[in-house]
């Protein structure tokens, strides 16, 4: 992922004028943050009584060159018993 703020200075100083950083709540979750971006999109299904029978999550991450990443740890939650 690339941070914005770089950027905005960039083109600020490239310019002379001020630049504005404007994203849509997605765009804060998926561009932000000390951690690379992630989307998560997850399905539960469960029965009246409250009884989890199902579960489909697909999980995309930004992991650049480093293995040992949020994602490794994201996969073991999301597939234990």
Same mark, same amino acid.
Do not use: H, W
């Given at each position: 992922? !690339?941070? *914005?703020?770089? !950027?905005?200075? *960039?083109?600020?100083?490239?310019? %002379?004028?001020? !630049?504005?950083? $404007?994203?849509?709540?997605?765009?804060?979750?998926?561009?932000?943050?000390?951690?690379?971006?992630?989307?998560?999109?997850?399905?539960? %299904?469960?029965?009246?009584? %409250?009884?989890? !029978?199902?579960? $489909?999550?697909? *999980?995309?991450?930004?992991? %650049?060159?480093?293995?040992?990443?949020?994602?490794?740890?994201?996969?073991?939650?999301?597939?234990?018993?």
């Amino acid at each position: 992922g !690339v941070y *914005l703020e770089p !950027v905005t200075a *960039l083109l600020a100083r490239k310019t %002379g004028k001020p !630049v504005k950083i $404007q994203m849509d709540r997605d765009e804060v979750f998926e561009g932000t943050g000390p951690t690379p971006g992630t989307s998560i999109r997850a399905k539960l %299904g469960a029965t009246k009584d %409250g009884k989890f !029978v199902a579960f $489909q999550a697909d *999980l995309a991450y930004e992991n %650049g060159a480093y293995g040992g990443s949020a994602a490794n740890y994201a996969t073991m939650c999301i597939t234990a018993p």
